[in-house]
Structure formats: structure tokens, C-alpha cells
């Protein structure tokens, strides 16, 4: 094998090393990202522990500790996964880095034994004589001069190759006990996980108990929702009325300079009815484009918190059954809400005691809910991550949650799909 070669080969082994690190740390930081918010979530169990009435927000607190275990479970075993490709690549490094130091030595014994053969200097004299003409005697010297060099470099490439065989040995038996360290992390966990499992099989069991009371907090959840609902629906049809009669009076104003300047008409555009009439502007159809742009990029409205319900119709116990056009986030108390991406103000509702701030971003509308106090007005201009308002905490059960929703128009879309991982 020659010396480029051996060259090509440890710059690959070096690369596949540094994509290794790069997925394993990244596994890592997903991992405790995941440990925090368990941890998060178990303080938060244990204080409302206390309290013998089952509340809804405890019940999605429980699911989600059972689905972020799960997550971790998943996560370690992504880590396993990583870590056994890994261990087959140095496994399969250390026998070709074996095998190439087998070759070397056994090129080089043959390279010593030649020198030994030809190690005086009338050998080397003799064999330069020997030559039939000047022209071969010179190429003679520079052989010899170049077979000393390349012995020298063979030297070299023995003593390379036998320290990252070193290395390479060293980080294989580090894979393996990784993997058993990780091995009986995913152990614990799902020893845990059952027992959370069981822990929710017995609260939700008892729901047949606190069904009454749970209907009634269902209940007055549902008519803040529909209020919500229709506060929402009311903000933007106003943004699209206003939108249209903008239109219409630009078509109007164009039609009358024309005739003013005894010009033809220019051709009517029919003006639609739906929500794309909001980003008819060019300024308006940049900040639609650049929201859909930005769609699995979107920062937090919080800088920290946890989904404790998603997207979609969810079912607790039997009779008990919900529908969220958003997503609900458990975040700190006092906690600062922020805008996810530049806008305007569209609408700010007050819900006796709590407020509500609907975002115009072009077609796009983005919601906060469940806000303590709010810092802006409508028609205000907002940027990206700019602070819009504090979250709520509930004097009952003690949790923080804000309420996100993404629409298009008036159409409520999943909002996890457009935050950032």
C-alpha cells in the first residue's frame, strides 16, 4: 500500500470519529434535555400529590412523564444503536490498522535486510560503477538516496500506525463500556417507566370516582376554549374584512386616476374572500413567505417548557374527552412570553383575569393565552422573540402553562410541527 494511501485512510478514520461525536453529543444533550424536564415534571407531581381531587392538569402532567420516559428510553436506545455501528467501525479499524502494521513490518524486514546486504560503502560504490553510462550511474545515486528517505518514512508510517492502533483499541474499549453503562440506564428507566405506568393505571382507574368534578372542570375549560375560540375567529375576520376593503378601495383609486388621466381601466383583479387577501401586499406576501420559511424553526414562546398536551382530540378515562387547537406548555412560574417570529399585533382579549394576544405574520396568525399581564397594544409592531407579556400560574393546583396555537387564516394548524426541535 502506498504512502497516499495509508494517508486517504487515517483522514477517513478521522472523519468518521468526529461525525461519531458530533450524533453521540447530540443524542447526549437530548437525553438530559429529557432528564430535566421528568425531573421538572416530578417536583410538580409532588407538590399537587397532596391534593385529594384529581385535576385535568395533573392527569396530562402524568402522561406526559410516561411519554418523555418513553422518549428517553428511545433516546438511549438511538445511543446504543450509534454506539454499536460505532464499535463495528473501530472493531474493523483496529483489524485493517493490524493487518497494514503486519504489511509495513514485513516491508520493512525486507527493506533492512536489503540495506544490511548492501551496507558497505564499496557495495554501493560497485553498484554505482557498475552502471553503463553516466546517465544510470546518476539514476543509481538517487535511487539509493531515495530508498534511505522512504525507509525513514516507512519507519515513521510503523510507529503512526502502531499509536492510532493504540488509540483505536483504547476508544473501542471505551464504546464497550459505554455501552454497558448505557445498557443498564435503559434498564432503570424502564423499571421506572413501569412503575409510572402503574401509578397511572391506578389515578386513571379512580377517574370513575372524580368523573363529576372533572366533567365540571372539562366543562369550564370547553367555554374558555370556545371564547378563545370565537375571540380569535372575530380578530381575524375583522383582518381580512379590513384587508378586502383596503383592496377595493386601491381598485377604486386606480379605476378613478385612470379615467381622471382619459386612460383605459387598468383590468379589475377579482379580490378574494378567503384569508389569502392578507397577503396581497408584496410587504404582506414577504412576512407570509418568510413565516413558512421559518416552519420547524420557530423559537419557543417560552425559553423554557414542556408539552403537556399537543395538537388534536385527547381522551381521559372513559367519559372524558377534549380538543386543543394548540399546544399547552409547562413553563416557570412568572415566567416571559415571547413573540416566535416578527408581526403585528392584531388583537389583545381580555378573559377576566387572563389575557390572550393574537399575532398577524402576513396570512399567518400566531396566539399566546393564559397570560398574567401583557406588554403590548394592537397595531403595535413586534420582533422576533420580543417580550409580549408574563405567564399565569393557577392558585389551585399551582402550574404554569401558556396556551400557543399557529393559524393560517382562521384555520388552526399544529404548532409543533412549526417550533423548533
Avoid: C
Avoid at 486517504?8 to 437525553?31: D, H, P
Avoid at 525507509?151 to 483499541?169: E, P, S
Avoid at 375560540?229 to 380578530?235: K, L, Y
Wanted: charged residues 25%.
Amino acid at each position: 500500500m502506498s504512502i497516499l494511501r495509508y494517508s486517504i485512510f487515517f483522514v477517513l478514520i478521522g472523519i468518521s470519529g468526529q461525525a461519531f461525536s458530533q450524533n453521540s453529543a447530540e443524542l447526549r444533550r437530548r437525553k438530559e434535555s429529557l432528564t430535566r424536564e421528568i425531573e421538572s415534571l416530578n417536583r410538580s407531581l409532588r407538590q399537587t400529590s397532596s391534593n385529594k381531587s384529581l385535576s385535568l392538569r395533573q392527569i396530562k402532567a402524568l402522561n406526559t412523564q410516561i411519554r418523555l420516559r418513553e422518549e428517553k428510553i428511545n433516546t438511549i436506545n438511538s445511543e446504543v444503536h450509534l454506539l454499536d455501528n460505532q464499535i463495528s467501525d473501530n472493531s474493523s479499524t483496529v483489524r485493517s490498522l493490524q493487518s497494514q502494521l503486519n504489511r509495513l513490518k514485513k516491508e520493512y524486514a525486507g527493506m533492512v535486510l536489503f540495506a544490511f546486504r548492501n551496507q558497505g560503502s564499496y557495495s554501493k560504490l560497485m553498484f554505482i560503477f557498475a552502471s553503463s553510462d553516466f546517465n544510470q550511474a546518476y539514476k543509481r545515486l538517487k535511487y539509493l538516496q531515495q530508498f534511505s528517505t522512504y525507509r525513514k518514512k516507512q519507519a515513521q508510517y510503523i510507529q503512526g500506525t502502531q499509536k492510532d492502533l493504540k488509540v483505536k483499541i483504547g476508544e473501542l474499549d471505551q464504546n464497550k463500556r459505554q455501552k454497558t453503562d448505557l445498557l443498564g440506564d435503559q434498564q432503570k428507566e424502564r423499571v421506572t417507566l413501569g412503575k409510572e405506568k402503574s401509578s397511572q393505571s391506578k389515578v386513571l382507574s379512580g377517574l370513575s370516582r372524580q368523573e363529576r368534578q372533572l366533567k365540571k372542570e372539562l366543562t369550564q375549560k370547553q367555554k374558555e376554549s370556545l371564547r378563545l375560540n370565537r375571540a380569535i375567529q372575530n380578530a381575524i375576520n375583522q383582518e381580512i374584512e379590513a384587508a378586502r376593503r383596503r383592496a377595493e378601495a386601491e381598485a377604486r383609486a386606480a379605476a378613478e386616476k385612470a379615467r381622471a388621466e382619459n386612460k383605459d381601466a387598468p383590468e379589475a383583479k377579482p379580490i378574494s374572500k378567503g384569508s389569502s387577501i392578507l397577503a396581497a401586499t408584496p410587504e404582506a406576501a414577504k412576512l407570509s413567505s418568510d413565516f413558512l420559511g421559518n416552519r420547524g424553526r420557530l423559537p419557543w414562546p417560552v425559553t423554557s417548557g414542556i408539552i403537556t398536551e399537543s395538537f388534536g382530540i385527547h381522551k381521559y378515562g372513559t367519559n372524558v374527552t377534549t380538543e386543543n387547537n394548540g399546544v399547552d406548555i409547562k413553563t416557570a412560574e412568572g415566567s416571559s412570553v415571547r413573540a416566535v417570529f416578527a408581526g403585528e399585533v392584531a388583537a389583545v382579549q381580555n378573559f377576566a383575569g387572563s389575557f390572550a394576544v393574537l399575532i398577524r405574520h402576513g396570512e399567518y396568525f400566531t396566539v399566546y393565552s393564559n397570560l398574567r399581564t401583557v406588554s403590548v397594544t394592537r397595531g403595535e409592531k413586534v420582533s422576533l422573540k420580543q417580550n409580549i407579556g408574563t405567564v399565569i400560574t393557577d392558585p389551585g393546583d399551582g402550574t404554569t402553562e401558556v396556551h400557543f396555537e399557529v393559524r393560517k387564516g382562521a384555520t388552526a394548524i399544529n404548532p409543533s410541527t412549526w417550533l423548533a426541535n
